[in-house]
């Protein structure tokens, strides 16, 4: 066999010191920093609320509520999104479109975030599926409610028919959730008029299936989803979608259902929006310092971005690059106006760094990130540094610079 004349080339993150970051490492990366957002905000929402019932509840109905957004026009706008779907997702006209036709919705959505795993069945009276992985299982037990809920608005949609109305066609329960301690997650829809199961609340989805379930051996499960594994997803109908799809599609969707949904029932758990803030700010500083507190997590990152060393510690630089490679994981145009032992400076587009989902802008993700980085920035680097964000015209500009602050969080 003759040798191979070139090296196969793949896309990825190039940093400023020439560090590539693989494709498919940057979208693991993408997704858990997106989590990692989602954890910090569903903390703020636990200092607000101490009621686990209450708070989940609110996210529940939230979720549900914009998920169902899709079917809040006119009947004729409902059936041609359904159609669009239909075609999309290469569903035939010889199977019935039924409430069960949902969990296509929910089987891709697992899969772009990678929430690798199997669907076990798929038929019109039942749909199990189990997840192996899943990078949001360190945000806690609320969001795995909030799960159910959004997939409990996707059967009503793909349900058709009756429109306007939450008709629960299914009862869905997320059996077991890996961000509850199980070794996997496992969610079982099944028809409620087929088995005579009684229609949920937002806090019933959480009870065993009605039939038996089936556990794929430990060393059959898998630890990426199609994407990550195969380069791209295949559905039940055989309509495939890239990892380039998929990683552009999360890196939108991933802040929409899991930060932008919850957010607006958050919020209302405050007294007003400077307490809000008040709270987020202390919560994501506090986020950020832990985070390199320990030298083994600083020497980690360091390895990771091949910084080299004759960089110290106590340069700019180092912070700079590592917010450099989250924008670039994130899919976030940025530009470079200064990097240098005397300081940092990227440009970002405003509507970019916030309206990730153009339709959900959320300004929260500045405020959130300016005091995670700065907090990060005093363990990575040192207190001498510090990191902020200026607006200029439509653009912001994240600083890495020396601050003295005598009120500093």
Same mark, same amino acid.
């Given at each position: 066999?003759? *040798?191979?004349?070139?090296?196969?080339?793949?896309?990825?993150?190039?940093?400023?010191?020439?560090?590539?970051? /693989?494709?498919?490492?940057?979208?693991?990366?993408?997704?858990?920093?997106?989590?990692?957002?989602?954890?910090?905000?569903?903390?703020?929402?636990?200092?607000?609320?101490?009621?686990? =019932?209450?708070?989940?509840?609110?996210?529940? +109905?939230?979720?549900?509520?914009?998920?169902?957004?899709?079917?809040?026009?006119?009947?004729?706008?409902?059936?041609?999104?359904?159609?669009?779907?239909?075609?999309?997702?290469?569903?035939?006209?010889?199977?019935?479109?039924?409430?069960?036709?949902?969990?296509?919705?929910?089987?891709?959505?697992?899969?772009?975030?990678?929430?690798?795993?199997?669907?076990?069945?798929?038929?019109?009276?039942?749909? +199990?599926? +189990?997840?192996?992985?899943?990078?949001?299982?360190?945000?806690?037990?609320?969001?795995?409610?909030?799960?159910?809920?959004? $997939?409990?608005?996707?059967?009503?949609?793909?349900?058709?028919?009756?429109?306007?109305?939450?008709?629960?066609?299914?009862?869905?329960?997320?059996?077991?959730? @890996?961000?509850?301690?199980? /070794?996997?997650?496992?969610?079982?829809?099944?028809?409620?008029?087929?088995?005579?199961?009684?229609?949920?609340?937002?806090?019933?989805?959480?009870?065993?299936?009605?039939? /038996?379930?089936?556990?794929?051996?430990?060393?059959?499960?898998?630890?990426?989803?199609?994407?990550? @594994?195969?380069?791209?997803?295949?559905?039940?109908?055989?309509?495939?979608?890239?990892? +380039?799809?998929?990683?552009?599609?999360?890196?939108?969707?991933?802040?929409?259902?899991?930060?932008?949904?919850?957010?607006?029932?958050? @919020?209302?758990?405050?007294?007003?929006?400077?307490? #809000?803030?008040?709270?987020?700010?202390?919560? $994501?500083?506090?986020?950020?310092?832990?985070?390199?507190?320990?030298?083994?997590?600083?020497?980690?990152?360091?390895?990771? *971005?091949?910084?080299?060393?004759?960089?110290?510690?106590?340069? /700019?630089?180092?912070?700079?690059?590592?917010?450099?490679?989250?924008?670039?994981?994130?899919?976030?145009?940025?530009? $470079?106006?200064? #990097?240098?032992?005397?300081?940092? =400076?990227?440009?970002?587009?405003?509507?970019?760094?916030?309206?990730?989902? =153009?339709?959900?802008?959320?300004?929260?993700?500045?405020?959130?990130?300016?005091?995670?980085?700065?907090?990060?920035?005093?363990?990575?680097?040192?207190? =001498?540094?510090?990191?902020?964000?200026?607006?200029?015209?439509?653009? $912001?500009?994240?600083?890495?610079?020396?601050?003295?602050?005598?009120?500093?969080?």
């Amino acid at each position: 066999m003759a *040798l191979l004349e070139h090296v196969d080339t793949h896309r990825g993150v190039e940093t400023a010191f020439g560090k590539i970051i /693989p494709e498919k490492e940057a979208y693991s990366y993408c997704l858990r920093t997106i989590a990692g957002f989602s954890a910090n905000i569903f903390q703020v929402m636990r200092i607000l609320n101490d009621d686990w =019932e209450d708070r989940t509840s609110q996210i529940c +109905e939230i979720a549900n509520m914009m998920n169902c957004a899709a079917c809040s026009g006119s009947e004729e706008e409902l059936f041609d999104y359904l159609n669009a779907f239909y075609d999309e997702w290469n569903i035939p006209e010889l199977v019935k479109r039924a409430a069960w036709i949902g969990a296509i919705w929910g089987d891709y959505g697992d899969e772009a975030e990678d929430m690798a795993g199997r669907v076990i069945q798929f038929t019109e009276d039942r749909v +199990e599926k +189990e997840l192996d992985t899943c990078p949001w299982d360190i945000v806690g037990s609320e969001m795995c409610n909030m799960t159910t809920a959004m $997939f409990t608005a996707n059967f009503d949609i793909a349900a058709g028919g009756e429109h306007g109305e939450i008709t629960n066609d299914v009862a869905l329960n997320m059996c077991e959730a @890996r961000g509850c301690g199980n /070794p996997h997650c496992r969610v079982v829809a099944e028809r409620r008029d087929t088995f005579g199961l009684e229609q949920q609340g937002w806090l019933d989805h959480r009870g065993a299936a009605h039939l /038996p379930v089936h556990d794929t051996p430990p060393e059959r499960r898998v630890k990426h989803a199609q994407g990550l @594994r195969n380069g791209q997803y295949t559905n039940a109908f055989g309509e495939e979608n890239s990892l +380039e799809w998929q990683y552009n599609w999360v890196a939108q969707m991933g802040w929409v259902w899991s930060i932008s949904f919850p957010l607006i029932a958050i @919020r209302d758990m405050a007294e007003d929006d400077d307490e #809000f803030e008040r709270i987020l700010r202390i919560v $994501f500083a506090t986020a950020g310092k832990n985070s390199f507190i320990d030298p083994f997590a600083r020497e980690g990152l360091r390895n990771w *971005l091949d910084i080299p060393r004759e960089i110290g510690d106590n340069d /700019p630089r180092v912070m700079g690059v590592y917010i450099q490679a989250m924008l670039g994981c994130q899919l976030v145009p940025y530009e $470079f106006e200064a #990097f240098d032992a005397d300081g940092v =400076e990227i440009r970002v587009d405003q509507e970019t760094f916030t309206g990730r989902f =153009e339709m959900a802008p959320l300004d929260e993700i500045t405020i959130g990130y300016e005091a995670q980085w700065n907090g990060a920035c005093h363990a990575l680097v040192s207190p =001498e540094w510090s990191v902020w964000i200026d607006e200029d015209d439509d653009d $912001f500009i994240i600083t890495v610079g020396r601050k003295v602050d005598d009120r500093a969080l």
